[in-house]
């Protein structure tokens, strides 16, 4: 397993750090620290990271071409947009797809290649559980479309994450963590509709591995998955095989992102949720922002068209 070459580390210190998404207008990195809950934006021209507190548990972020972004919070999608750091100047909610599940929340969420907005759900009722992965499959993944409808697409589901595209849009990855597995679907970029649901990859469950987290695809083709309590980001080939490993020097890995210089930076977001104090001073990077190098470069993400 390769070490990561580590160009950057911003120490947050987030409880459960997640869904980095550039910003190329900007040229910034918006971030979550879901259990916060707060926004966060880091300026690697600056190396300053500012924060906005949210209302509620937010568990994904998408860029809106409009300007501002769309959240994936507790109770529904919305609108969201800032101020000047600390203020949040709006929450214009578009709709909860879960009234009649109120011990859940969207939890991971990415864009497709035209712009949808994806988000997963999960039962998280206030409080850890005494381990991360004791819930009820009564999550699902949702579509948010450019006119605002929301559907429910996949039942069935623990704890949701790994949403991640091709690079031509017609294969879409998600990720039912404790299920230690990988989904692939043939995905139809006209509208957004998805079939042929088969197993991608598998996580084994042996030590020094962990369950997969938040997934981004490069411009080769190949998955970078955050390995969860494993430290280690693995890249899977198109064909699911693994093709690299690289650690990082935080258990809690969560979610990545290409930014920077044409797409070059990889970030990575972590967490400290439900580390013992023994293990937070073995791990003082816990929940830091890292920027590492890959050697590989990025696809740009697209914004919500609205």
């Known amino acids: 397993m390769e070490e990561a070459q580590i160009l950057q580390v911003v120490e947050v210190g987030a409880t459960l750090g997640e869904s980095p998404v550039w910003s190329p207008g900007e040229r910034v990195l918006w971030w979550l620290d879901i259990k916060a809950p707060a926004l966060h934006r880091y300026d690697p021209n600056t190396n300053t990271n500012d924060s906005w507190p949210l209302p509620q548990e937010t568990g994904a972020i998408v860029l809106r071409s409009g300007g501002g972004l769309v959240g994936a919070l507790r109770g529904g999608f919305a ?14 909610w578009i709709g909860d797809p879960e009234p009649d599940r109120p011990l859940n929340r969207l939890n991971d969420g990415r864009a497709d290649r035209q712009g949808r907005f994806w988000a997963g759900s999960m039962h998280d009722p206030n409080g850890p559980p005494e381990t991360y992965f004791e819930r009820e499959p009564v999550g699902a993944f949702y579509r948010l479309d450019a006119n605002c409808s929301i559907n429910r697409m996949i039942e069935g589901i623990h704890v949701s994450n ?12 998600t990720a039912n963590s404790p299920t230690r597995e990988m989904h692939a679907w043939d995905y139809n970029p006209a509208t957004g509709e998805i079939a042929n649901e088969r197993v991608f ?5 042996e030590d020094g591995r962990g369950t ?6 490069d411009a080769e083709g190949g998955v970078w998955v955050a390995e969860f309590r494993a430290g280690r980001l693995t ?6 095989t693994v093709d690299r490993m690289i650690s990082l020097p935080a258990s809690r890995v969560t979610c990545p ?8 930076t990889m970030y990575v977001t972590t967490a400290k949720i439900m580390l013992t104090n023994e293990e937070l001073v ?19 993400e697209a914004a919500f068209p609205s």
């Open 162 to 173: 790994g949403l991640c595209w091709s690079p031509d849009g017609t294969t879409m990855y």
């Open 235 to 240: 890249r899977l080939s198109p064909e699911g």
């Open 79 to 92: 609108f969201l947009e800032v101020g000047a750091p600390g203020e949040l100047v709006g929450v214009d």
């Open 212 to 217: 997969p987290d938040g997934a981004i695809v």
């Open 282 to 300: 073995r791990e003082p990077l816990a929940g830091a922002l890292f920027a590492i190098n890959v050697g590989v470069l990025g696809l740009p």
């Open 201 to 205: 990859a598998t996580f084994p469950e």
């Open 257 to 264: 992102m290409f930014g920077g210089s044409h797409l070059g």
